[in-house]
């Protein structure tokens, strides 16, 4: 009963000091807010920044007797033949892909090596965490990546990469130890 009767004294209190608030701005004395007004509109007005000036534009003439026509395309100076590697160089079509050439090279790391009948392995962890047993000659990586060397530090291969002109090149690139 006590909590009931605090509830209701308090929430009277509250009520009773919002009406008093209420009846403190009823005041119907508005002398301050006309002298505001009076003050504003005696203010002289500011001056306006004229228009700046607008500059003519030179203008062109297009003349198409010595120029490419724009909507077609560019001829090339050499066919993608012709710049083609004179070696031959490209991936094995044929060969049958290793489970590590689905991933890219940044997404592997190397955790660890070890040493089994004379082989030297390393081991390699992808992205969802499945480690893989890899030695010289493998490939892995997505550009054809066939390893080369082995150590207990790092893995070098020997990637295939477009050269940009239709042939392939010859890239060197390693994964190295993550502790």
Same mark, same amino acid.
């Given at each position: 009963?006590?909590?009931?009767? +605090?509830?209701?004294?308090? #929430?009277?209190?509250?009520? +009773?000091?919002?009406?008093?608030?209420?009846?403190?701005?009823?005041?119907?004395?508005?002398?301050?807010?006309?002298?505001?007004?009076?003050?504003?509109?005696? #203010?002289?007005?500011?001056?306006?920044?004229?228009?700046?000036?607008?500059?003519?534009?030179?203008?062109?003439?297009?003349?198409?007797?010595?120029?490419?026509?724009?909507?077609?395309?560019?001829?090339?100076?050499?066919?993608?033949?012709?710049?083609?590697?004179?070696?031959?160089?490209?991936?094995?079509?044929? #060969?049958?892909?290793?489970?590590?050439? +689905?991933?890219?090279?940044?997404?592997?790391?190397?955790?660890?090596?070890?040493?089994?009948?004379?082989?030297?392995?390393?081991?390699?962890?992808?992205?969802?965490?499945?480690?893989? #047993?890899?030695?010289?000659?493998?490939?892995?990586?997505?550009?054809?990546?066939?390893?080369?060397?082995?150590?207990?530090?790092?893995?070098?291969?020997?990637?295939?990469?477009?050269?940009?002109?239709?042939?392939?090149?010859?890239?060197?690139? +390693?994964?190295?130890?993550?502790?």
């Amino acid at each position: 009963m006590k909590r009931k009767s +605090s509830t209701v004294a308090q #929430r009277s209190l509250l009520l +009773s000091l919002v009406g008093a608030l209420l009846v403190g701005c009823a005041s119907r004395d508005m002398s301050d807010l006309h002298s505001f007004i009076a003050e504003v509109k005696a #203010r002289k007005a500011g001056d306006i920044e004229p228009l700046p000036e607008i500059k003519q534009i030179e203008t062109f003439v297009y003349n198409a007797e010595q120029r490419r026509n724009p909507f077609r395309p560019v001829p090339q100076e050499h066919e993608k033949a012709e710049t083609a590697d004179a070696d031959g160089l490209s991936p094995d079509p044929n #060969r049958r892909r290793e489970e590590l050439e +689905s991933y890219s090279l940044d997404s592997m790391r190397m955790v660890g090596t070890l040493e089994q009948s004379g082989t030297m392995w390393a081991l390699v962890r992808t992205q969802d965490q499945t480690i893989y #047993r890899v030695k010289a000659g493998n490939y892995m990586g997505r550009n054809h990546g066939q390893i080369t060397r082995i150590d207990e530090n790092d893995i070098e291969l020997t990637e295939i990469v477009p050269n940009g002109q239709g042939g392939y090149r010859e890239r060197q690139a +390693s994964l190295a130890l993550k502790e």
